[in-house]
């Protein structure tokens, strides 16, 4: 048990508040770095795409800038979805659902 007042004990506190914030920060990274999920390795590719303003999936298209994944299909990867909510991003008039992408790609 930390002492009160000391770094240990403010830092255990704010993990303890920030619990679930944490977990989803946790579940997210698992998903990119063990390639966990339906096509976390294409989602990984549509925000480096988005972040570098180049295509990575070589389908000609970039992600943010030429089309965008439908916000409310059930098969977008959540990491994808919240590149949404970015400062950068803008709504591109291209919207497809996840599996009309993933036919984009040869």
């Known amino acids: 048990m930390p002492l009160p007042y000391t770094n240990e004990s403010l830092i255990t506190d704010e993990i303890i508040l920030n619990r679930g914030v944490l977990e989803e ?5 698992q998903i990119l770095v063990d390639g966990q999920g339906t096509g976390s390795s294409n989602a990984s590719k549509l925000i480096n795409e988005f972040m570098s303003n180049q295509d990575m999936d070589d389908n000609g298209l970039i992600y943010g800038f030429d089309f965008m994944i439908d916000e409310s299909d059930t098969d977008i990867p959540p990491v994808v979805k919240q590149i ?5 991003w803008s709504d591109p008039v291209d919207v497809k659902t996840w599996t009309e992408y993933l036919n984009t790609l040869s």
Not at 25 to 29: Q, T
Not at 84 to 88: I, S, V, W, Y
């Open 25 to 29: 920060i946790r579940d997210l990274l």
């Open 84 to 88: 949404h909510d970015n400062p950068e």
